[in-house]
Nanobody, 122 residues
Framework: QLQASGGGSVQAGGSLRLSCAAS????????MGWFRRAPGKEREFVAV????????YYEDSVKGRFTISRDNAKKMVYLQMNSLKPEDTAVYYC?????????????????WGQGTQVTVSS
């Protein structure tokens, strides 16, 4: 199970840190990803991190502003979001899958958190 939290409302230029708590069995081959769905749009990839944390990938529009990290001892994954823009407004979801294959495609992820709302005002 995954549970996302940390969303909220901020002004443009502000910061938020999203958290995703994992429970149950985990594996060293599992990657953790963040996706988002803006109103009227498809769910899109935001970032992904390997089990060790040594490998990360980001969607182009968030590079340099968002940072994904994880703490396996606590079974937590984080998404630090800085310099937020109104176009970052969306429901954010954490998800996990076995391996990096198709990591940008939400349909490849087996397990999902419930989503947390992020609203950025101009």
């Amino acid at each position: 199970q995954l549970q996302a939290s940390g969303g909220g409302s901020v002004q443009a230029g502000g910061s938020l840190r999203l958290s995703c708590a994992a429970s149950g069995r985990t594996s060293s081959t599992y990657v953790m990803g963040w996706f988002r769905r803006a109103p009227g749009k498809e769910r899109e990839f935001v970032a992904v991190i390997s089990w060790s944390g040594s490998s990360t990938y980001y969607e182009d529009s968030v590079k340099g502003r968002f940072t994904i990290s994880r703490d396996n001892a606590k079974k937590m994954v984080y998404l630090q979001m800085n310099s937020l823009k109104p176009e970052d407004t969306a429901v954010y979801y954490c998800a996990t899958k076995d391996g990096y294959y198709s990591y940008r495609h939400y349909s490849a992820y087996a397990y999902w958190g419930q989503g947390t709302q992020v609203t950025v005002s101009s």
